[in-house]
Nanobody, 114 residues
């Protein structure tokens, strides 16, 4: 069983930055593809960024050039560096680890507001 815990959310002004962390425990993390998703109030959960076990990354168009996903398998942690934040980035951010099974974290709130 893999357990995921997100952290690093908070309140930030437009144009600011945050770094989210997704820490895994339980079983070997390095074989999993890990993604970040977000869900704003009244909206469906949407995919934000993904990193494969070989380090390849992909981003939603809405965050491309502003967000960077990375992983440190030695620390069983995946990061989401978020720069140039906008009010529309406000959401609960979740990490997801997938292989033959899928795991979700509990989420961390990000609020972008002046």
């Amino acid at each position: 069983q893999l357990q995921l815990v997100e952290s690093g959310g908070g309140l930030v002004q437009p144009g600011g930055s945050l770094r989210l962390s997704c820490a895994a425990s339980g079983i070997s993390f390095s074989f999993y593809r890990v993604g970040w998703y977000r869900q704003a109030p009244g909206k469906q959960r949407e995919w934000v960024a993904i990193i494969n076990n070989d380090g390849l990354t992909n981003y939603a168009d809405s965050v491309k050039g502003r967000f960077t996903i990375s992983r440190d398998n030695a620390k069983s942690t995946v990061y989401l560096q978020m720069n140039s934040l906008r009010p529309e980035d406000t959401a609960v951010y979740y990490c997801n680890a997938a292989r033959t099974d899928i795991y979700w974290g509990q989420g961390t709130q990000v609020t972008v507001s002046s």
